[in-house]
């Protein structure tokens, strides 16, 4: 996880502003694909038809 | 496989507290707006005759006519229809703790209404009206508000609270059918209220159907008599 941070390039500054984002991201993705699988397979909301 | 196991504990996290907190936020919010909404939907008196009451008298074969069922016509008090996603109702089951205090009712049975935990299937009547009023809801996540519905036994009591006052439903029967079972919505003849959730807890394999008759409430007594 460290080397991967100081993978990213620029300066220290940068780097954060850089993986905040990249976590940001990740998050609002897992979100979205944990609502879709959780309306896919485990409860669609009980509707019929 | 350490990232597989955290992706699915990941989802198990989401689906249980995270959708909860979200649709529990919402529905306090929901539940204000439902309260604004009673003080300004339009209510209107019609003229109601119960099916079947006009007498038909067939020329030809007098022995198959039939006879009236009901005497005069009443007045039925009837609310506009809400649009899609307005909050218009809340219901209370005294007997499932979650239910108690109420859960808020939007019009819409798509994903994003039912985010908000139980929708009014758009095609059938309004809660207190003739007919079948279907409304469905999470039984797992977003609130979950119909977690317990397999605890409800005939007999106990729905309260649907709408802008006309509480509509008072009796469990009549309770059903496992398919997902595709449509006909659980079609009309009933009285005054019905359908509620549909997904079974067993944690798949939507089937589906859990209680159906309620009306029993007490502003209309009572003109649709049931």
Known sequence: ?49 | MIGFGLFLLGFVGHQLFVTTWFAQQHNVQLESEATEYFSEAGIAEIVYVAPGSPEVIDPEDPATSTAPTTDEPQTLLVEQTPPDGQPFAIIRIPTIERLQDGWTVVEGVTRGNLKAGAGHMPTTPLPGQPGNAVISGHRTTYGAPFHELDQLVPGDLIEVETALGVHIYAVDETLIVKPTAIWVAQHRDGAWLTLTTCHPKFSSRQRLVVFAELVDGPNAEVIVG
């Open chain 1, 1 to 49: 996880m460290k080397r991967l941070f100081l993978s990213i390039p620029g300066p220290m500054p940068v780097k954060v502003v850089v993986a905040v984002i990249a976590v940001l991201i990740l998050l609002v993705t897992l979100h979205f694909t944990y609502e879709w699988m959780g309306n896919t397979f485990l409860d669609t909301g009980g509707g019929v038809g």
